[in-house]
């Protein structure tokens, strides 16, 4: 996946239930990938997006974390550690594939962040960071940029 491409579009089982990303066209999504619910890495990055998840709403973006996790885990993370946005359950890994995110073994997500802009397109896309939880900073960083100009 490269800035300036349509984000591939996908169902699949939430937290809050079934959802589609073009059913978010319109706003701003962060869709965020990562390895494991529950690791230290993930829960600081979670962590960190619900605290801002209300600033995210103000400017019309939504959050959407994705992790390989079946959905029973992905409920007992979301409900521990707050997330009153979606987390979806990428089990078979189609999402992961779709986006290029897998890990070199296949088993897990890397650590990736998508910015899209309302009409589907990827505007951003962030990893490497030194800490899981800049995902969320960065992202808020580059939604405010887009809002002022």
């Known amino acids: 996946m490269n800035v300036g491409e349509e984000a591939p579009d996908f169902e699949a089982e939430s937290t809050l239930g079934k959802i589609k990303l073009s059913d978010f066209r319109g706003k701003k999504v962060i869709l965020y990938f990562y390895p494991k619910s529950f690791t230290s890495g993930c829960t600081r990055e979670l962590q960190r997006f619900a605290e801002l998840y209300d600033e ?3 400017l019309n973006a939504e959050v959407i974390g ?21 987390i979806v359950a990428d089990a ?9 995110v897998l890990n070199e073994r296949g088993t897990s997500a890397q650590r990736v962040t998508f910015i899209i802009d309302e009409n589907g397109k990827i505007v951003d896309i962030l990893k490497n960071l030194k800490k899981a939880e800049e995902h969320a900073d960065k ?4 939604i405010k940029k887009q809002n002022s100009t």
Do not use: C, M, N
Not at 67 to 84: L, R
Not at 92 to 100: E, R, V
């Open 139 to 142: 992202s808020l960083e580059i």
């Open 56 to 58: 995210f709403k103000k």
């Open 92 to 100: 078979q890994k189609t999402i992961s594939k779709l986006y290029s």
């Open 66 to 86: 994705v992790s390989v996790d079946k959905i029973d885990t992905q409920k007992k993370f979301a409900e521990k550690y707050g997330a009153k946005f979606p």
